[in-house]
């Protein structure tokens, strides 16, 4: 905007400058808002304040999580243990956040975001910009349904993507980590614009003309990685375990270029590719949840393994095998995707866990599919 058009914000180099909103304040959440910010204080073109959007919860000491937030400036439930920076404001009042934001964050878990977008019809502006760390996707009749592509629906503003091997304690940490911001055509200044707000010494940022290849990596990677999770509960072993990965990667990219066929092959060697498969087969919540039901021998449930190992963080794998199983099914797809299919049988109770390593000596029905073959 150009300070012709009018504005009410503050000014440089006659234009105006952006108003940063991260929406969503759990892990991953408060380590972007910590990102950001580090940076919203160097660039000239930002406004210095972060405000960070607080799904409002009472702690256990009766104080509200965005009042103490905001005294520490420590968010003491998702990440404990790490200053934010005195510029990040955390806010309960969604609509408050986002006024006069010109660029949104969205960060939550994917089951809330159709209900928080809702929420914000009316009050974001049409040249606003978002983009979306959310792994996740819904499924409708037509198929996937990115997170990206719900946002923009809802909003009607454009939404790039940010994924990668990201594992937020880590960065919180300003450990070496990468990154992959995923644009549309003709939208590469605005990829720009997104790589200078996230990228630091530490955190290294590319960009990539494919938003739903980084989208659907980003989220069919957890489904792989409650597969290792079974292995490791199930001391298979290193070898199993790479084998695993190895097909699920596969299962992947024929998935991906199966629903999109604009998908890149070489999306799957950046960071939101192997990258952030590595990491969330070896580090990551979903795997985490998945040796543990293992261990109990499929006999504990998912939700309650989440709640007592993941104190309020939410997991993924599950409901993200469970909806591509819904396009699998409704497409007569199942023998094509053997992997993605028995981590959907095994977290409904339908197969038991040893089942995951069976799925390895069968062949993919190419005949099922025309063309499919080519991508395996
Ligand atoms: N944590 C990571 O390392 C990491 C890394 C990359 C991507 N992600 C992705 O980022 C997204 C957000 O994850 P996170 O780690 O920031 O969150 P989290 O799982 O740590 O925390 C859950 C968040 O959901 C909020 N919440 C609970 N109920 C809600 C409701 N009804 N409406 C709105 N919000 C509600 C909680 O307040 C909390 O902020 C997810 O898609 C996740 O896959 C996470």
Redesign the pocket.
């Known amino acids: 905007m150009t300070q012709e058009e009018g504005s009410h914000g503050e000014w440089c180099n006659g234009v105006a400058k952006q108003r940063v909103a991260v929406i ?9 808002a910590k990102l950001i910010a580090s940076n919203t204080l160097r660039l000239k073109d930002f406004h210095d304040e972060v405000r960070m959007w ?2 409002e ?1 009472t702690l256990q000491s009766g104080e509200k ?1 965005s009042h103490v937030i905001n005294g520490n400036n420590e968010n003491v ?2 990440l404990p243990g790490v200053k934010l920076g005195k510029n990040v404001v955390a806010d309960p009042d969604l609509e408050h956040t986002v006024n006069d934001a010109t660029m949104l964050v969205f ?6 975001v159709e ?2 977008c809702k929420q914000l019809v009316g009050k974001v502006g049409p040249h606003v910009e978002a983009i979306s ?4 996707m819904e499924i409708r009749k037509e198929g996937c349904l990115m ?1 990206s592509s719900l946002i923009t629906r809802i909003l009607r503003i454009n939404c790039c993507v940010l ?2 091997a ?4 880590e ?1 919180a940490e300003e450990k070496l980590s990468e990154a992959t911001i995923g644009y549309r055509e003709d939208n590469k200044a605005v990829a720009d614009k997104w790589v200078r707000l996230f990228r630091t010494p530490y955190f290294l940022v590319a960009s990539v003309q494919d938003v739903e290849g980084i989208e659907l990596c ?1 989220t069919l990677k ?1 489904i792989v990685a409650v597969a290792a999770g079974f292995v490791d509960g199930l001391d298979m072993g290193t070898n199993t375990k790479a084998a695993i990965m190895r097909i699920g990667l596969r299962e992947m990219r024929v998935f991906s270029k199966l629903m999109f066929p604009s998908v890149q092959d070489t999306t799957f060697f950046e960071s939101c590719g192997v990258a952030d498969l590595i990491v969330t087969c070896w580090g ?2 979903n795997r985490k949840i998945a040796e543990a039901f293992a261990r109990a021998g499929g006999k504990r449930s998912f939700d309650e393994l989440e709640a007592e190992l ?1 104190q ?3 997991l ?1 794998g599950v409901s993200t095998a469970y909806e591509v199983y819904q396009v699998l099914k409704h497409r007569g797809w199942q023998e094509l995707f053997p992997l993605f299919s028995t981590v959907h049988e095994i977290c409904a109770g339908l197969l038991p866990p040893t089942a995951i390593v069976e799925q390895c000596e069968r062949t993919p029905n190419f005949s099922l599919v025309e063309g499919s073959a080519e991508y395996y």
């Open positions: 969503g304040s759990g892990n991953w959440g408060s380590v972007a607080v799904f919860e999580l439930k998702y960060v939550i878990p994917h089951q809330f209900g928080v760390l959310i792994k996740g997170m994924m990668g990201n594992l937020a304690s960065i980003g957890n990551g919540r993941l309020g963080q939410k993924q």
